[in-house]
């Protein structure tokens, strides 16, 4: 039993600041890559960022120069700094990581903190 549980979303003015937070616990023998995700209102679901395990990163074109991604593997979790928060940003993020639990791997998703940009 593998959960993920996002934090940090909420409502913020154009220009400002956000750091989200993915923490991943249950029986977990090894985490690979982890990345975050967003889903704007009649949009398909679109890649960030992500990061190896490696620490290797790579983020969408949109959000380069203004988001950095992170991970600190002794907490299991995975952060999103977000700078220069534009309207465009608004979003449900949602974490992504490729975990290996009882010897099996798969990909497990968490249900999303809401980032909120106004004009």
């Known amino acids: 039993q593998v959960q993920l549980v996002e934090s940090g979303g909420g409502l913020v003015q154009a220009g400002g600041s956000l750091r989200l937070s993915c923490a991943a616990s249950g029986s977990i023998f090894s985490i690979n890559a982890m990345g975050w995700y967003r889903q704007a209102p009649g949009k398909q679901r679109e890649l960030v960022a992500d990061?190896?395990?490696?620490?290797?990163?790579n983020y969408a074109d949109s959000v380069k120069g203004r988001f950095t991604i992170s991970r600190d593997n002794a907490k299991k979790t995975v952060y999103l700094q977000m700078n220069s928060l534009k309207p465009d940003d608004t979003a449900v993020y949602v974490c992504?990581?490729?975990?290996?639990?009882?010897?099996?791997?798969?990909?497990?998703w968490g249900q999303g903190t809401q980032v909120t940009v106004s004009s």
């Open positions: 990061i190896t395990s490696g620490d290797s990163t």
């Open positions: 992504n990581a490729k975990i290996g639990s009882r010897g099996i791997w798969g990909t497990y």
